[in-house]
C-alpha cells in the first residue's frame, strides 16, 4: 500500500502570495488531517476532514483553508502569507472516523515565506 | 495553551541504557496516548500507544506507562540504540473526533 504522499515537498513564497498543498491519503482512508510544525511549538492542529466535510478545526487565522474530494484527497491553501507561516505541513490519514487508530503522516511539504 | 507538554526539549543517552522519555497533559478528557518518532526530513512514524484503561503497554524494547491521577506519561527505550536517536513526539485525543494534540518534541541522541 502507497503512504499517504503530499505535494510540493518544498516551495518558497514571498509574503502576501497564497499557497495550495496537495494531500493524497492511503488507499481506503477516508479521515484526513493537517498539522503545522515549527521550530519550538510541535505540531499544531490545523484541520480535519472526513467525507469531505470539515470536522475539526484548530486555532488558526481564516487564511488557512482546506478542502477534501470525493477520493479523500485533500488540499489547504493558505492566503496572504505572511513570514511567521514558514512551517513545514503535514497531512495525515487515518482510517475511520474516531478510533484509536494512528494517524499515517506524509514526509510534509517545507513552505518558506520570504 | 499547550495541552501535552514535553519537557525536555533534548536528551543524550549510552547506548544500551535506558532512554526515558517524558509527557505531560492537562485535560483529563484524553483517553489515547501515542508516541510518534521523527527522523530529519520525514513525516512522523507511529511508534506505541496506549489506552486510558491500561497503565502500561510495551512492544519490543518500546514501554508505554500510563498515570493518570499524574496526567502524565513515559516512553521507555531499553536497550537504546543509536539508530534511536530521533525526535519524539507524544500525543493525546478524547474520545470524539478524530483531534490529536502534540508536545513540543524531545531530541534523542543516543551515543554509541
Known amino acids: 500500500k502507497a503512504g499517504v504522499t503530499q505535494t510540493p515537498r518544498y516551495l518558497i513564497k514571498t509574503r502576501g502570495q497564497q499557497v495550495t498543498l496537495s494531500c493524497s491519503p492511503i488507499s481506503g482512508h477516508r479521515s484526513v488531517s493537517w498539522y503545522q510544525q515549527t521550530p519550538g511549538q510541535g505540531l499544531q492542529f490545523l484541520f480535519e476532514y472526513f467525507s469531505e466535510t470539515q470536522r475539526n478545526k484548530g486555532n488558526f487565522p481564516g487564511r488557512f483553508s482546506g478542502r477534501q474530494f470525493s477520493n479523500s484527497r485533500s488540499e489547504m491553501n493558505v492566503s496572504t502569507l505572511e513570514l511567521g507561516d514558514s512551517a513545514l505541513y503535514l497531512c495525515?490519514?487515518?482510517?475511520?472516523?474516531?478510533?484509536?487508530?494512528?494517524?499515517?503522516f506524509g514526509e510534509g511539504s517545507r513552505l518558506t515565506v520570504l | 495553551d499547550q495541552q501535552v507538554k514535553q519537557n525536555s526539549p533534548s536528551l543524550s543517552v549510552q547506548e544500551g541504557r535506558i532512554s526515558i522519555l517524558n509527557c505531560d497533559y492537562t485535560?483529563?478528557?484524553?483517553?489515547?496516548f501515542l508516541w510518534y518518532k521523527k527522523y530529519p526530513a520525514e513525516g512522523p512514524t507511529f511508534l506505541i500507544s496506549i489506552s486510558s484503561i491500561k497503565d502500561k503497554n510495551e512492544d519490543g524494547r518500546f514501554t508505554v506507562f500510563l498515570n493518570k491521577s499524574a496526567k502524565h506519561l513515559s516512553l521507555h527505550i531499553v536497550p537504546s540504540q543509536p539508530g534511536d536517536s530521533a525526535v519524539y513526539f507524544c500525543a493525546a485525543k478524547g474520545s470524539a473526533g478524530n483531534q490529536f494534540y502534540f508536545g513540543t518534541g524531545t531530541s534523542l541522541t543516543v551515543i554509541p
Open positions: 485535560n483529563s478528557m484524553f483517553d489515547y
Open positions: 495525515a490519514s487515518s482510517e475511520a472516523a474516531s478510533n484509536t487508530g494512528e494517524l499515517f
